[in-house]
């Protein structure tokens, strides 16, 4: 298949290993990845917020990316940003833009999967032949697990991961606290629920807490990096990317 | 006589600014700091939210038919609010016929005014309540207070609130702030002739309360009560509880007053079949509650022999024309968004400043008395108390989308803002990523904060307004090269080749050896 990459405007600047391994994944498992090279960002941050007139050339500009017919289907490292894709795309299109970019965004939004429905859902792979001997625990983001519904489907990715150690997190469906723009306009209370989700990540004692959201993952970490705690975080992406031949190694020397 | 032509009747008004307690006096930020300091208040809360949410669970999860219940219980709630006015003139004639009177309050102003009134008649200078949002919404009992009649809270959580001076904080538990060691002190100091060896023990609090209450019961003549649902269809009004001091209040006066938001309404009597299931099991996380009255009108010789029902507005017609505020006058008050909210479990009810706090509440308030109604409106904060986690949506017994109703508010907040310091942020942060080569270019941009990073890669402290963000949290340095970057660069095209040549079709016949 034919797959269009969407690095997402974190991904690409702020967090571009998780993407890579999304990229080198799907690679992996027999498919051509195609990058618009003029992708930008899907205009999530906009719209939670509360702009939805700002956010139309973006949405436009994701629609026309990805439009050709040719891509069979577009996978991207972030449940957040399907879930913007999914639900608040149609919402602009309906409310601000105009036929084309309503039909437009339909055509792409059918074809757009977060990573672990891609992988369980489209290529009905579980075991992606990962190898990751390390102790790890998984936190689920909200927005895969309620606003797409992504279920059990990391997990079963994870287990199906040789050498891997997986603990469950306590609480695991608790909200991290981080909610775009929230974790500023509220720092306060957004800092108070990190606490707890970092309360139950040591309890774990994990050396990796894995998310399928690099934003989620951005606060914990950070959060995990101002206590300085053993435990780093790392994009679901980057363990199913690891393999035998091709392990796990920090990149912070690439940085 | 000259007669004029007033036009089409103005837009039904919202709650006035000042009256009632459907505003707070701080922004949700401030407040919620604030809170957040209290240790007693969070401790309470975890513990409490904790035990509700796994009863809710394991109540709704055994039913087989539960996502239809929450279907049916949506379907209807929809078609009342489709039909309210209709509906509302149907309850009104059924009341009359039997026997009751039906009054009309625009707003807390004419309620309240109507309330006591209706009180003054009897000649009695007290009322019992039975619990009631309706009436904290209005700020009833500060009227009454006013008007030198006293009311008498019967809900023990009620009745802890209102001897503390206090304001609930919670729908269904309003002093689930409060520990039994602070409720035994204000007991002993407010209770007239309570045992002074009063223990904290739970059957201890209870008696004296009851004792207390017993009195109140038999000597007071008139109540006031809220009202979970009233039927079109045949004019009764129903009361839920657990206590059982609310059938009290509802049957011994021999006058009963009650205040019931329009949006109560159902169309049918066999509604309740279905909201008789959902609301127990998602409140108290109960299969059926221990208390649920059900009365039409006056029965001659049983019960109260004087009864009104005030309609009240305010605010809900506004609600109502507006497709976010409509979806959010379904609720049913079961609290079971607020005991699963994680913005909830950390602040409590008081941060929201409304009588209806937490999920719903952050959109409800707004809807009933408006985010612009004067200058830094802390109404306006509410839209974004919220992570947009989702739970409260999973848990809502009439599938409100809190969540998306956030979002649009939060669109209707900007829209009416105009000009800001963040529109001018969010208009050029899309003009830079709607074109590609701008993006890059800020990508480049962005990589500068490589400098702001100490030697281990972290930044640890930012300048305003993200400086809220570094409080709590490290931010790792910008890479020294994008994704993009890495992808159009040799190494990434190599690692690309590498990574498919790794696909078992492939490996059978690597490329060099073809
Ligand atoms: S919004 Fe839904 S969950 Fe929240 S109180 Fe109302 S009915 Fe219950």
């Known amino acids: ?255 | 006589m000259s007669s004029t032509f007033l036009g089409m009747p103005a837009a039904p008004p919202r709650s006035p600014y000042g009256a009632g307690n459907l505003r707070g006096e701080r922004t949700f930020p401030e407040a919620a700091a604030h809170e957040l300091g209290n240790d007693q208040l969070r401790a309470n809360l975890h513990r409490a939210t904790r035990t509700i949410r796994a009863k809710r669970l394991a109540v709704t999860a055994e039913l087989p038919d539960w996502e239809e219940l929450r279907a049916a219980g949506a379907a209807v709630k929809n078609e009342a609010m489709g039909r309210l006015p209709e509906l509302l003139e149907q309850l009104e004639a059924k009341v009359t016929e039997a026997g009751g009177t039906v009054h009309w309050a625009r707003d807390a102003a004419e309620a309240n005014a109507l309330v006591t009134e209706l009180v003054a008649a009897t000649g009695s200078r007290e009322v019992i309540k039975v619990k009631s949002m309706a009436t904290q919404e209005i700020g009833l009992n500060e009227h009454l207070e006013s008007q030198g009649i006293t009311a008498h809270e019967t809900d023990l959580a009620e009745l802890i609130v209102q001897l503390a001076d206090d304001r609930p904080s919670h729908i269904l538990v309003p002093a689930i702030h409060r520990n039994r060691e602070e409720i035994r002190r204000i007991f002993l100091e407010r209770i007239p002739g309570v045992d002074p060896g009063l223990d904290s023990v739970p059957a201890e609090l209870a008696a004296a309360a009851r004792a207390y209450l017993r009195e109140k019961f038999m000597s007071v003549p008139v109540a006031v009560s809220g009202a979970n649902f009233g039927i079109a269809e045949t004019g009764t009004l129903s009361v839920v509880e657990s206590e059982g001091n609310g059938r009290m209040c509802l049957t011994l006066p021999r006058t009963l007053i009650t205040v019931m938001g329009i949006e109560k309404v159902l169309p049918r009597y066999a509604d309740l079949e279905v909201f008789l299931q959902l609301l127990p099991r998602s409140s108290t996380g109960e299969r059926m509650n221990p208390y649920t009255t059900l009365w039409t009108g006056v029965t001659p010789g049983d019960g109260p022999q004087d009864f009104h029902l005030v309609l009240l507005d305010n605010g809900r017609t506004a609600a109502l024309a507006d497709p976010i505020g409509r979806e959010a006058l379904n609720c049913i008050r079961c609290s079971a968004c607020l005991n699963v909210c994680p913005v909830y479990e950390r602040v409590g009810g008081h941060a929201y400043g409304s009588t209806y706090p937490g999920p719903i509440g952050a959109v409800l308030t707004p809807q009933l008395a408006g985010t612009h109604a004067a200058k830094n409106d802390p109404n306006a904060s509410l839209p974004y108390a919220s992570t947009l986690c989702g739970a409260c949506y999973d848990a809502c017994p009439v599938k409100i989308d809190i969540p998306s109703l956030l979002v649009e508010l939060r669109h209707q907040t900007t829209e009416r803002t105009g000009r800001s310091a963040e529109r001018l942020a969010m208009k050029a942060a899309a003009a830079v990523m709607g074109r590609p080569k701008l993006y890059t270019t800020a990508q480049r941009a962005a990589a500068i904060g490589r400098i702001a990073a100490g030697r281990d890669g972290k930044i640890s402290h930012l300048p305003p307004p993200l400086g809220g963000w570094t409080e709590s949290r490290d931010i790792t340095a910008p890479p020294r090269r994008t994704f993009r970057a890495w992808y159009a660069s040799q190494e990434g095209r190599d690692a690309l080749a590498a990574a498919a040549a790794e696909h078992p079709a492939d490996t059978e016949m690597p490329e060099e050896e073809r």
């Open chain 1, 1 to 255: 298949m034919r797959i269009g990459l969407f690095a997402t405007c974190l991904g690409d600047t702020l967090f571009p290993d998780a993407v890579r391994a999304t990229a080198l994944l799907v690679a992996r498992l027999g498919h051509e990845i195609v990058f618009p090279p003029d992708q930008t960002c899907c205009g999530q941050m906009h719209v939670n917020t509360g702009y939805q007139r700002e956010p139309v050339p973006l949405v436009r500009n994701f629609a026309e990316q990805f439009g050709d017919a040719s891509i069979d289907a577009v996978v991207m490292p972030s449940g957040s940003c399907v879930g913007c894709v999914r639900h608040q795309h149609p919402l602009v299109a309906d409310r601000y833009g105009d036929a084309a970019l309503r039909s437009g965004v339909a055509a792409v939004r059918d074809k757009t999967y977060e990573l672990s429905e891609f992988l369980v859902d489209v290529l009905d792979a579980t075991d992606v032949g990962a190898y990751f001997p390390h102790r790890v625990t998984y936190h689920p983001t909200c927005h895969s697990l309620r606003m797409l519904g992504v279920g059990d489907k990391p997990l079963r990715l994870l287990r199906a991961v040789e050498g891997i150690d997986l603990v469950e997190l306590p609480e695991a469906d608790a909200c991290c606290g981080f909610g775009g723009t929230f974790a500023v306009k509220n720092a306060a209370t957004s800092t108070a629920m990190l606490r707890d989700k970092l309360d139950h990540i040591a309890s774990t004692d994990a050396a990796v807490c894995t998310a399928g959201d690099s934003s989620c993952l951005m606060h914990i970490g950070g959060g995990l990096s101002r206590i300085r705690s053993g435990t780093r975080t790392l994009h679901l992406a980057e363990i199913l990317a690891a393999t035998r031949t091709a392990p796990y190694v920090p990149l912070e020397t690439t940085r």
